[in-house]
């Protein structure tokens, strides 16, 4: 496998997290009271919004040449750690009794 195909295999599992991620913010969103619901739904848009960016860049990088996708690849870094360094803000990890949990955005 080359560095273009494992890099696309590790974007599109990475995809699959945020999905999961998207998902559990939907889900906070539905169970919260009005001020937390609010900043929950605008969390999981920003989310979305830029997951679906990061899909838009990886279609391009899949049918760019072997000459372009470097580039393309360099634009795709960026917009991953922007994503990932905005959910682990939403999503701070706590060591609570030796088990990692997930505490909701406010």
Not at 14 to 32: R, T
Not at 89 to 100: D, R, S, V
Request: aromatic share 4%; charged share 40%.
């Amino acid at each position: 496998m080359d560095k273009k195909a494992i890099y696309v295999e590790k974007l599109q599992a990475q995809i699959k997290e945020w999905d999961a991620k998207l998902n559990l913010l939907k889900a906070k969103a539905d169970n919260a009271s009005a001020d937390v619901k609010i900043t929950t739904i605008k969390h999981a848009e920003k989310v979305k919004q830029q997951k679906e960016r990061i899909e838009d860049q990886l279609d391009k990088l899949q049918e760019a040449g072997e000459d372009v996708w470097e580039d393309i690849k360099s634009g795709l870094d960026d917009a991953q750690e922007e994503l990932q360094g905005f959910i682990h803000k939403i999503f701070p990890k706590k060591e609570t009794q030796g088990k990692e949990t997930e505490n909701p955005p406010e």
